[in-house]
């Protein structure tokens, strides 16, 4: 075999492997005289003796072998041994080399390359070692191959037709041409790049596994210094061999030494668990394979066979196919907070009742499970029905809150809140009628092992009687604020000795001295009258000394410092001590000087009045003498006297006295002034006369229209009195003889005005109008004013003049008197 370290005459004719008729040349055996040699074989006996291309077959045409090689999934191509390719099936083509078969046949792999930078195509040059080992004719395998014949197997990466990098098993062999020489190399290609990725994939996989067994071992190992510092046993159970791996406090929580539960099965783990519990352990434990986690507590039988509260809770950690391989996780010691818990139940429940019975609302709201319990006297409460409120959550709760009150509830829970205190707050609450009452809530925020809150707890009260008892007290010390900032006395307190100890209101005002003086520098002997100091002294100890008076009164004078006297009234209480005996007396001052002055003026006024009602009694009587006079003249004077006469002239002057006397009566009953009220006595004075002159079965009426509260002085009202007497007596005797129906009118008006004076001053007159009317038969035309026979007439005229006042008489159905007269206004 010739020496192939050289590269091959590109230009010599190439040896044919087939012949004229485009035969394979076949030996003289009948078989492939060449053949695929063995992966590392350099025996070309043992490579041709290995198989035979296509044993005992002559096939007839080159294309028939092409045809074979297409239908191959794997590149395969073939080069002489001047490196030109003279056989590619499709697959090489199209999808390595990136060129139609036709392109590629009788062409050097430079040459393609060449082909390939010409048109610029830029998609070999992403690996450089691959492009320029690409552009040599011979690899140093196919050297190798082309010297000593055989087959070598090598695996490389190809940047293929679509730009893309795949990783290829290339088995290279020679192939000898009809006298046994090396005419060149055939190469089928396996593509091995998806298998190379999933090898990468899963050797970063390992990487990655180991890398997290390392940090989940530190981190198994510094969570077993935390368990055990914190009092806790960790366990690590692995379930293929039911082996429990222990560590932790193993001995301050169970009393075993470590040793005692080394390498241990479930079983003997469960032997320790009370009777009770055991059933449920055990299931915890079959139940570990399905992966899931959980939390439970359970009884444990201590090495002192005490029993104690464990906590036990497990996490479970799986393969890649999710089967559970292990189990970790921690138990604890939860005795103390079972024992708390139960305390804490049965604290409620004692708080429970109690809130009951005092006729409060517990509540219990827990925002981590969102659920918020109610107990307590929830229907004398709120109306509700236990079972009614209890579907009460915190919006329902918050919609019964008076919509005014809800914006200041939510501030001071949130502060309250934040600050993690205590919270009181008041608001208006709705009850079930639709009715609100007054509530307060009070309570305290409850958190978590890591500071977080999550549970809140309280009271809600009614404080709806003690809101409106309250505001009565505020509305009272609200009166008491103003009343001492009005006040203008003094409240004193004094010891049993009588001397002031507190002092306090217009002292300086009624005394003259300031508080201090009082309290401190003086005695009541300094400012009390000396007159009236032993009466004011008499009486207090009176009180002092007395079991059934408590309190009294007594009027004083006080000499003020400029040396005034003043009038006070002292009202003052006792006040007792322990054993009912009395502590001191406490009361109030006023400055009643004022009082005293206008008691004085009055009981002068009224002794000068008594004087003056005496004068005018005095000038009554003497008029009714006078016309007692009259009366009497006028029955001398009569040739004869009858009985009847006599009776007529009594009932007259009975008449005039009444109308005197009730002058009197009304002005007794208007104490304050010396002027009646004329209307009223008007009233009582006709009421009288009708009584007197009632007239058979004849309905005779009075119509009244005089205005309201006409006030006259007895000057005035005397005279006005007599004259309205004799007119209407005059009219119920005379006009309405044999009638069974009448009328009497009296109607009184007046008019203020001003008129001077002799002095010029002016003077306020009062011009009234008296008219007495009848709708009778009418006065005699004989009968002329001023010149009148009757005694009754007369006086008319008399009294008329006294009043300076005139008379008008008209007679147009019936009799008409109208008297006109001035009253002046007297300061």
């Known amino acids: 075999m010739k020496d192939r370290q050289e590269k091959p005459d590109r230009n ?463 509305a009272s010390e609200r009166k008491y604020r103003s009343f001492m900032q009005n006040f203008h006395g003094i409240t004193f307190q004094t010891d049993e000795n009588f001397s002031p100890v507190f002092f306090h209101g217009a002292v300086k005002e009624i005394t003259g001295y300031s508080e201090e003086e009082i309290l401190h520098r003086m005695e009541w002997t300094d400012i009390i009258h000396p007159s009236d100091l032993p009466r004011v002294f008499k009486e207090q100890e009176k009180v002092w000394n007395s079991q059934e008076m408590l309190s009294g009164d007594i009027d004083c004078r006080i000499i003020r410092r400029d040396g005034t006297v003043r009038w006070v009234n002292l009202i003052y209480q006792k006040v007792q001590g322990e054993n009912e005996k009395p502590k001191f007396l406490q009361g109030i001052i006023y400055d009643i000087t004022e009082r005293k002055e206008t008691e004085k003026y009055l009981a002068n006024l009224e002794a000068a009045r008594q004087k003056e009602i005496h004068h005018r009694i005095k000038n009554n009587l003497q008029v009714i003498s006078s016309l007692l006079d009259l009366q009497a003249e006028r029955l001398a004077s009569m040739k004869t006297v009858r009985l009847e006469d006599v009776l007529d002239a009594f009932k007259e002057s009975q008449n005039r006295v009444s109308s005197i006397a009730l002058i009197h009566e009304e002005l007794y009953q208007n104490k304050k002034s010396n002027t009646l009220n004329f209307s009223s006595y008007l009233r009582k004075l006709t009421e009288n006369l009708f009584q007197t002159y009632k007239i058979g079965s004849a309905d005779i009426s009075l119509k009244l229209d005089v205005e309201e509260n006409t006030s006259l002085d007895m000057d005035t009202a005397i005279p006005l009195g007599i004259i309205i007497n004799e007119l209407v007596s005059n009219s119920l005797k005379h006009a309405f003889p044999g009638r069974k129906t009448g009328e009497i009118r009296i109607n009184l008006c007046g008019s203020e005005t001003w008129r001077a004076r002799k002095d010029h001053k002016q003077r306020k007159i009062t011009g009234f109008t008296l008219e007495i009317s009848d709708n009778g038969i009418g006065i005699p035309e004989s009968y002329e004013i001023g010149n009148s026979e009757t005694l009754g007439l007369q006086l008319v005229s008399i009294l008329m003049d006294q009043l300076e006042g005139e008379i008008e008489l008209r007679r147009k159905g019936g009799t008409d008197f109208i008297l006109r007269f001035n009253v002046e206004k007297k300061s």
């Not at 198989?51 to 294309?63: A, Y």
């Open 12 to 474: 010599s004719k190439p040896e044919t492997l087939v012949n004229e008729k485009n035969e394979l040349p076949i030996s003289g055996d009948d078989s492939c005289s060449y053949q695929a040699h063995g992966e590392t074989s350099y025996n070309d006996e043992e490579s041709t003796a290995s198989g035979h291309f296509c044993s005992g077959l002559r096939l007839n045409g080159f294309h028939f072998i092409e045809n074979i090689l297409d239908t191959m999934v794997n590149p395969v191509s073939y080069k002489d041994e001047n490196g030109v390719f003279r056989l590619v099936n499709e697959v090489h083509a199209r999808k390595v080399l990136g060129f139609p078969k036709e392109g590629i046949i009788g062409r050097t792999i430079s040459e393609l390359a060449k082909e390939v930078f010409d048109k610029g195509d830029r998609r070999y040059i992403v690996e450089k070692k691959n492009l320029l080992e690409g552009c040599n004719e011979w690899t140093g395998i196919e050297v190798e191959i082309l010297n000593h014949g055989g087959s070598r197997t090598e695996e490389q990466e190809f940047i293929v037709a679509d730009g893309t990098t795949k990783t290829f098993i290339l088995n290279k062999s020679a192939l000898k041409d009809e006298n046994g020489e090396i005419a060149g190399i055939v190469t089928v290609m396996q593509d091995i790049t998806e298998l190379r990725q999933m090898e990468k994939a899963l050797k970063e996989n390992i990487q990655a596994k180991d890398q997290l067994n390392e940090q989940l071992l530190k981190t198994e190992e510094s969570y077993r210094a935390v368990i055990e510092k914190t009092g806790q046993m960790v366990y690590d159970y692995d379930n293929q061999s039911d082996v429990i791996t222990w560590s932790g406090s193993i001995e301050n929580i169970t009393g075993y030494p470590a040793e005692y539960f080394k390498n241990s099965r479930a079983a003997f783990w469960i032997g320790h668990v009370h009777p009770e519990d055991r059933k449920r352990v055990l299931e915890g434990f079959e139940s570990l394979d399905t992966g899931k986690d959980f939390q439970m507590e359970l009884r444990f039988r201590k090495k002192d066979c005490t029993y104690i509260d464990l906590e036990w809770n497990t996490a479970s950690i799986r393969d890649e196919n999710g089967r559970v391989l292990r189990n970790l996780g921690v138990v604890k010691d939860v005795t103390e907070q079972k024992l708390a818990g139960i305390n804490l139940q049965r604290s409620e429940e004692r708080f429970r009742k109690v809130a009951e019975q005092t006729g409060q609302v517990i509540f219990d709201l827990n925002y981590k499970k969102h659920k918020i319990e109610w107990a307590g006297a929830i229907q004398e409460v709120t109306g509700y029905s236990p079972e009614e409120f209890k579907l009460f959550d915190e919006s329902v709760w918050l919609e019964n809150v008076y919509p005014e009150d809800r914006h200041e509830l939510f501030s001071a829970l949130k502060k309250s809140f934040e600050e993690g205190k205590r919270f009181k707050v008041e608001f208006r609450f709705r009850k079930k009628d639709g009715s609100y009452i007054h509530v307060e809530n009070s309570g305290v925020w409850l958190q978590d092992d890591e500071g977080r809150t999550y549970r809140t707890m309280g009271v809600m009260k009614d404080v709806t009687d003690q809101k409106s008892a309250m505001e009565i007290i505020e």
